[in-house]
């Protein structure tokens, strides 16, 4: 006879009350109908505490803090919140809860069980409030509109956060260094910096961080996912500030202006490595090669060369996910964090970008002479190559020629590796 555990016992007579308090709630008409907007609600009472919202009456006040609620419940489960109670308790593994809807939500982990399921998509939901939400990214709804500006969301909650951005209010703030914050887990996350505890661990690298969102972005580097894609071209992008980053190359836009000479940067990052040529004008024995269109001087005359690419509009670095280049190297690199979500790994030989330093390794192996004397050099850039044909591959950057043909939308490459990644978008 097989033996069943206490606690499956315990898990499975709570997914039956559950089931059974849902069936409930069903047969229960919503008989009360809000005059304002369309809400409808079983008792005259929960209709009487909606059009609070609408009226903006809270005569439900804290006596500790001031906040105000529409309906007494709200504010009995706020003074909980001040007094540490948590009367909810699971029978399960003993957590507590302030209210009976966070345990309601807790028991599903137990059961694994997710009864609200999405009619667009895969996705299935513990609660009906977190299906409604997730089903206006289908339908695009976004109801609540901030009074001050023309963005809209699809939550009041979100709204409330976005308000405090115009307001400038920032209530939280830290005891250590006297920061403040206008969400309180935008504080926790801060205080975990003066603490170093990283809580939330990568089971893929072992890579930690203080916040769970920055978790949740990392782990898009080893899915491969880029849910932010580029409306302009094929590119896509692991986290949505990395895209606003890569769409200023489509329009030009230029934000970050050096105050001594005036150029102009889409990125921060190029803006911090141009201020560098800013720390000695004056030609010395240290720094002979001098900019007769700047004043700037350097150690290198490859570093002159590299320099006047600036003035000369050459950008010999192009990306080869988007459609970007670059007039240097490191400028490259830096674009390149956005599309692997982290820092990038280039091959110094053929120039091969990997997101892991363990692939880039491997990559390394394929050349066979990595020592070998680099006889080829070019007579635009101070590049150099240890193969001829290397060469002329590099020289298409300099002439434009892209002689490899996508044959279903007709794009151009200048190299057939290029070519082959770019087909990998036709095949999704």
Do not use: W
């Not at 939400?133 to 023309?150: L, M, N, W, Y």
């Not at 004008?281 to 900019?291: G, L, M, N």
Request: hydrophobic share 25%.
């Amino acid at each position: 006879m097989t033996e069943i555990s206490s606690e499956t016992c315990k898990t499975s007579s709570l997914a039956e009350s559950n089931a059974q308090e849902n069936l409930l709630k069903q047969s229960l008409k919503k008989q009360y109908s809000c005059g304002v907007c369309c809400s409808s609600f079983t008792t005259k009472s929960g209709l009487e505490i909606h059009v609070r919202i609408h009226t903006g009456e809270r005569p439900y006040v804290c006596n500790t803090c001031d906040a105000a609620f529409t309906g007494k419940s709200q504010l009995t489960i706020h003074l909980r919140r001040h007094s540490g109670e948590k009367p909810y308790v699971c029978q399960v593994c003993d957590a507590s809860f302030v209210t009976k809807q966070n345990l309601k939500r807790h028991l599903h982990s137990h059961t694994e069980e997710k009864p609200f399921a999405c009619g667009v998509c895969p996705s299935s939901f513990v609660t009906a409030s977190y299906l409604k939400r997730h089903e206006q990214i289908h339908s695009g709804d976004k109801p609540f509109a901030c009074d001050v500006c023309t963005m809209s969301f699809t939550t009041r909650s979100i709204l409330k956060r976005h308000a405090q951005i115009h307001s400038g209010e920032k209530p939280h703030a830290c005891e250590i260094c006297g920061s403040s914050f206008a969400r309180k887990d935008d504080l926790k996350g801060h205080v975990q910096k003066h603490s170093g505890e990283k809580p939330y661990s990568c089971g893929v690298c072992g890579s930690s961080f203080t916040e769970k969102s920055s978790l949740r972005v990392h782990m898009r580097i080893h899915t491969g996912e880029k849910p932010h894609s580029c409306s302009k071209c094929i590119a896509s992008f692991a986290t949505k500030s990395a895209l606003n980053r890569h769409t200023k190359t489509h329009t030009g836009e230029k934000p970050h202006l050096c105050k001594l000479c005036g150029s102009a940067f889409s990125q921060k990052t190029h803006l911090k490595i141009h201020l560098k040529t800013h720390n000695n004008k004056t030609p010395t024995v240290e720094k002979p090669y001098y900019c007769k269109l700047c004043g700037s001087s350097f150690t290198l005359k490859a570093n002159l060369a590299v320099h006047m690419r600036k003035h000369a509009g050459l950008q010999p670095f192009p990306c080869r996910i988007c459609d970007a280049s670059f007039a240097r190297k490191d400028y490259l690199k830096a674009h390149l964090q956005m599309h692997c979500g982290g820092e990038p790994h280039l091959c110094n030989i053929c120039g091969s970008i990997f997101s892991e330093k363990t692939d880039l390794n491997k990559h390394l192996k394929t050349h066979d002479n990595l020592e070998a004397e680099k006889r080829f050099s070019c007579d635009v850039c101070p590049q150099s190559f240890t193969l001829k044909s290397n060469l002329a591959v590099h020289m298409r950057i300099h002439t434009g020629e892209k002689p490899y043909r996508c044959k279903v939308c007709d794009s151009l490459f200048a190299r057939k590796d290029y070519l082959n990644s770019h087909m990998q978008t036709h095949r999704k």
